[in-house]
């Protein structure tokens, strides 16, 4: 125990949690140039995407968002990126 009487082992705590080694934060731009498949995909394998928009993002979102939501993704339009993660990855909204 440590001295503020709060003892945590961390790398026993690690060995007990179950990490998906593979998920990962994308960073990218949103220009119309990457298929949607690839996109899809990326949120299929667990990842999340933060995407600068390069462009109309009514235009370029039109077939990636349905997509998106069709598989239980979530989208969001903050500033000038577009986020989006897969359905077990909240996106918190409620600071803005």
Not at 16 to 31: H, Q
Not at 67 to 90: M, Y
Request: aromatic share 4%; glycine share 10%.
């Amino acid at each position: 125990m440590n001295d503020s009487g709060f003892d945590l082992d961390l790398q026993a705590a690690e060995q007990d949690i179950d990490f998906d080694g593979d998920a990962r934060v994308i960073l990218g731009v949103l220009d119309g140039t990457t298929a949607v498949g690839e996109r899809v995909e990326a949120i299929e394998r667990g990842h999340t995407l933060v995407l600068a928009i390069d462009g109309d993002l009514t235009e370029l979102a039109a077939d990636l968002a349905p997509a998106v939501k069709k598989g239980g993704g979530n989208l969001v339009h903050f500033r000038k990126f577009l986020i989006i993660s897969p359905p077990d990855i909240e996106i918190d909204t409620s600071e803005l």
